[in-house]
């Protein structure tokens, strides 16, 4: 990357209105809906701030889900508690602005929300990624994601273990 990026939380100064990453409905969410969910705590969003023009360069945003143990690939759930569910955070959307395209920052915004899930100090076992279309599924797989039972385009991401110091 050549422009250097600061991830924060989306906060009132950031100008959302001239955010344009092409897809409608991402566009409309981060114009029109992101302030309702962040007040009503049903998401959070973190904005990449380009640091030369403070401009929004991407966002996403991240919320606690959990995923029916039956629809983890068999391999994977066997090595889980038996439990009904299990804990996850959940990418709920993510979009890079045109203008900043082929940076490479929708992988290091990716990257960013696994490293904030699995620093959590709420448990979650993976990062769920629910891809609008084959292109983006096709985005997360090239990151390590792994299909959910039954939907080509749900998948997850387990998160590493926690190391445990005494």
Do not use: N
Not at 4 to 19: G, K, M, N, Q
Not at 34 to 50: E, H
Not at 53 to 79: C, H, K, N, Q
Not at 95 to 119: I, P, Q, S, T, Y
Request: hydrophobic share 45%; glycine share 8%.
């Amino acid at each position: 990357m050549t422009t250097a990026f600061i991830v924060e939380s989306l906060a009132p100064h950031h100008d959302r209105a001239t955010f344009e990453s092409g897809v409608e409905a991402l566009d409309r969410y981060f114009h029109a809906q992101v302030g309702q969910d962040l007040r009503r705590r049903v998401s959070a969003c973190l904005v990449a701030v380009d640091r030369e023009t403070g401009r929004v360069a991407g966002y996403y945003t991240l919320a606690m889900s959990a995923v029916f143990l039956s629809d983890l690939p068999e391999a994977t759930a066997r090595r889980l508690p038996r439990y009904p569910s299990v804990p996850t955070a959940r990418l709920g959307r993510l979009a890079v602005d045109e203008r900043f395209r082929g940076a490479g920052l929708g992988g290091a915004l990716l990257w960013d929300a696994v490293e904030r899930a699995a620093a959590s100090e709420v448990a979650a076992f993976a990062l769920l990624g629910d891809a609008k279309d084959d292109g983006a599924a096709a985005f997360y797989r090239h990151h390590g994601f792994l299909t959910l039972r039954g939907d080509p385009r749900a998948l997850f991401l387990p998160l590493p273990p926690v190391v445990t110091r005494r």
